[in-house]
Nanobody
Framework: DMQLVESGGGLVQPGGSLKLSCAAS????????MYWFRQAPGKGLEWVST????????YSPDSVKGRFTISRDNAKSTLYLQLSSLKSEDTAMYYC????????RGQGTQVTVSS
């Protein structure tokens, strides 16, 4: 069965950093575009970042560009998201997904940015 398991979230102060991980199994990870999404309380699912199968290109919205970095290790079937210069508005549940709509995703990992 296909599975995505996110980890690495936590409580961090504004300006701090975190690195999220997503362990993938049950599909050909090395051939799959991968995505990170987030959902803040009371809001819809928001796209955060995309990476192509080789890891040679990434895409992200202006809201996180320059602060968040997506990467992958195909040998480990693991996706990463480095979060830096965190702001309170980055507080959300973060999900990895293998589809562009975010329909198939893991259970998520909570990131809370607060002093």
């Amino acid at each position: 069965d296909m599975q995505l398991v996110e980890s690495g979230g936590g409580l961090v102060q504004p300006g701090g950093s975190l690195k999220l991980s997503c362990a993938a199994s049950g599909f050909d990870f090395s051939a799959t575009w991968m995505y990170w999404f987030r959902q803040a309380p009371g809001k819809g699912l928001e796209w955060v970042s995309t990476i192509i199968p080789s890891g040679g290109a990434t895409y992200s919205p202006d809201s996180v560009k320059g602060r968040f970095t997506i990467s992958r290790d195909n040998a480990k079937s693991t996706l990463y998201l480095q979060l830096s210069s965190l702001k309170s508005e980055d507080t959300a549940m973060y999900y990895c997904s293998k589809d562009q709509q975010g329909d198939f995703r893991g259970q998520g990992t909570q990131v809370t940015v607060s002093s």
